[in-house]
């Protein structure tokens, strides 16, 4: 019912069935997913992260989980239906000048976890380091608010990139052109055409 709710738009009625079930003892991850998401759309102007707490505390609740835990094991899908500003609140990520930089080192923890205990690591993570071309600038004269590089630190970002394309060969999705377009798109704007041009003659070949 919450599923086609949030397909109609109809946020209020989310959060009237949302109720109704946590009375009932009947919250499940998927209608606090759809519970986050109607909160997100609502015109509620003050408050939302105390009710998106505490909806992350009822689900972490009904499957024995703290709260921090789940919403630390659950971050991409609640990024997906809240958005990034929420979603870091969430984590703690309270400083907006630094959080970009924590949620990077989140995914790369992440994906560097999943590959030593032999997992595949969720598509969302990697998807995340490929697009950090986009964020950055080698030419300090263009950076235009994006942070300008420094030949070392633009090589870090290069092999990080490279390092998602690894483990992302491991699953389908290097295969994808969504995640192969931001692969792209990165390694140009970070001037490294030559490991651009490998990736995509090593894709071209596959076919």
């Not at 109704?20 to 015109?43: D, K, P, T, W, Y």
């Not at 490279?162 to 001037?191: D, G, I, M």
Request: glycine share 6%; net charge positive.
């Amino acid at each position: 019912i919450a599923k086609h709710l949030a397909d109609s738009g109809v946020w209020h009625e989310i959060g009237e069935l949302y109720n109704h079930a946590r009375r009932a003892g009947c919250v499940s991850e998927e209608l606090g997913f759809i519970a986050m998401q109607a909160l997100n759309e609502s015109e509620l102007a003050q408050g939302k992260i105390v009710v998106f707490r505490k909806i992350a505390e009822d689900v972490a609740n009904t499957i024995g989980m703290d709260k921090d835990e789940w919403v630390t094991s659950r971050y991409w899908e609640i990024k997906r239906y809240v958005g990034y500003h929420y979603a870091r609140l969430l984590m703690n990520w309270n400083d907006p000048s630094t959080s970009r930089k924590s949620e990077l080192i989140f995914a790369i923890n992440e994906m560097r976890s999943c590959s030593n205990q032999g997992a595949l690591t969720k598509n969302a993570p990697l998807i995340f380091i490929a697009q950090q071309g986009d964020h950055y600038s080698t030419d300090k004269q263009y950076a235009s608010g994006k942070d300008s590089l420094s030949e070392r630190d633009r090589r870090s970002v290069v092999n990080l990139i490279l390092e998602a394309c690894v483990e992302a060969n491991r699953s389908n999705l290097l295969q994808k052109y969504s995640f192969t377009a931001h692969v792209a798109r990165s390694l140009r704007k970070l001037n490294a055409n030559k490991e651009c041009i490998k990736i995509v003659r090593g894709l071209v070949a596959r076919v």
